[in-house]
């Protein structure tokens, strides 16, 4: 005679598996609907980094485009004060 419980063992790992994906899915669809709202040239840096009450500093360590250096220069983002950043200094 079968076991009952031997059947029923990968119905319930498939089950398992299915709930961890649904689970996945739905954490990673509320962290792309609560994320902060992009970029737009009506927006000030203060109100982008709102979280960010000592202000956050333009300067970008990684590497970059060259039009984007040349954006940052026009845009005198070396000498930029908090919260007088314009946008253009922060990468996408």
Known sequence: MIDPLSRLRPILAWAA?????????????????DAPALKSDTQTAEQIFADAPYGVDPVV????????????QAAGCDSA???NIPTVCYPD
């Open 17 to 33: 598996l299915a709930v961890i994906l649904a689970a996945g899915a739905a954490q990673s669809a509320a962290k792309i609907n």
């Open 81 to 83: 004060v908090w919260p």
């Open 61 to 72: 360590t990684g590497p970059v485009s060259v039009s984007f250096k040349q954006k940052q």
